[in-house]
DNA sequence: AGAAAATCTTGAACAAGTTCAATGAGTTTT
DNA sequence: AAAACTCATTGAACTTGTTCAAGATTTTCT
């Protein structure tokens, strides 16, 4: 409300309004891809042709659990969460935040088009690109050096998901949570505690009482 | 000890000896790659050209935690733990079990160069194929329809990854062990239960407990 | 075959983490 | 400005899992 009020009044902000008229931002993906190929600017451009833009708000869902995963999604703006929900003891656990510069999906449901475990939900509003399973295929097929950036990005994240798999065995709670503000210090404010405390499989009152002990020294 | 006095009566189980003389037994490794890609007489040669072949005795390390990861080690017989050891409360933690049709290797060690994290030891006496990073980089280069072989065997890791995070979140002890005994079967009886507690994250003789209360049924 | 090492079990005391319930502060919505 | 959410905190009772120590069994080594 206050904001549209304001670009009324001051034309130059309505950069700040990010309406569906604003120029897409694809730097921040080019730079994705780059960061492992090289690529030319006729194959920029045809990987860009490929990609959906979307804005998602805060709550809304871009993934529900059993629903496909249609698409492989990049934040260039916002924050994401993936978590799985156990109806058993109806309780959400968060696997990954995806935030600027990261991809989410449930890959299993992409890959082999089948239901999803994931939800993935916006926990602020969100710029988004996205791309499709046969886009994808096809980007692939054309230009198939694009493989090896597609390879190296699963490498990342299985080396992400060891580390997090190796610090849930070796620590405890206090040592998990201490790990996470040097791990990503940029979130701890970011995002509220009780999911944190849910990503670090901790219950919400259990990681407060860990910050009141950290608080006392 | 048994089985040589055998041997040496009967020369027709040499076959079982698994000699050095034996013809190295490329099936497992070409299916592992056909599985995701269609490849020719001549690349499978190139391929096979690239790897080493080793034996394992059981007990004998492939890598210790601090070396670096030269390899990507491909199971043929036998069965592999990459383990984690934590010097604060002198615990091992186990990653994986890695056995026949599977890849072993410290991938963050391996792709920069830099000292594992991991040990990776063998279970049982093994047969190995490894790969080393120049080569597997000369083979993507040479043949670049590789890297897609390359890149679907990491999603397939990402998945698996994913999937026991989950489960770590939100099962306890004796559900990730049920769900150990559907999902894994054939290793029940192949491995110490102690490692499989280690796997699932629990002490040993948590592990026997949950047995003991599973088995009064 | 016998010794040594590795494995599995059981119990008792303890530590880590959860659940439930109540409270208060901070944000959004109306 | 009030109402309704969301978020964080705290304490008490409870559950899950650990640690330590001892004994029994099985496997491996010589």
Request: glycine letters at 4%.
């Amino acid at each position: 409300m206050h904001q549209i009020k304001f670009t009324l009044i001051l034309p130059i902000s309505l950069l700040e309004l990010n309406s569906v008229f604003d120029k897409i931002n694809y730097s921040p993906i080019l730079a994705n891809v780059r960061n492992y190929i090289n690529i030319t600017n006729e194959e920029a451009d045809y990987f860009v042709s490929l990609l959906k833009f979307r804005r998602l708000k805060k709550k809304q869902f871009l993934l529900q659990a059993y629903d496909v995963c249609k698409y492989e999604t990049f934040v260039i703006r916002g924050c994401l969460k993936e978590y799985f929900t156990d109806y058993e003891n109806v309780k959400d656990h968060i696997t990954r935040f995806v935030t600027e510069g990261g991809w989410a999906s449930d890959v299993e449901s992409f890959i082999r088009d089948k239901p999803s475990v994931l939800n993935i939900e916006a926990l602020e509003d969100c710029e988004l690109l996205q791309i499709d399973y046969a886009s994808m295929e096809q980007l692939l097929q054309t230009y198939p050096k694009f493989e090896r950036w597609y390879r190296i990005g699963f490498q990342e994240e299985y080396i992400g998901f060891q580390s997090r798999i190796i610090k849930n065995l070796a620590l405890g709670g206090k040592e998990r949570y201490q790990d996470f503000l040097e791990q990503y210090p940029h979130l701890v404010n970011r995002i509220p505690q009780h999911q944190i405390a849910s990503y670090l499989g901790v219950s919400a009152e259990f990681l407060s009482k860990i910050r009141q002990k950290l608080a006392r020294k």
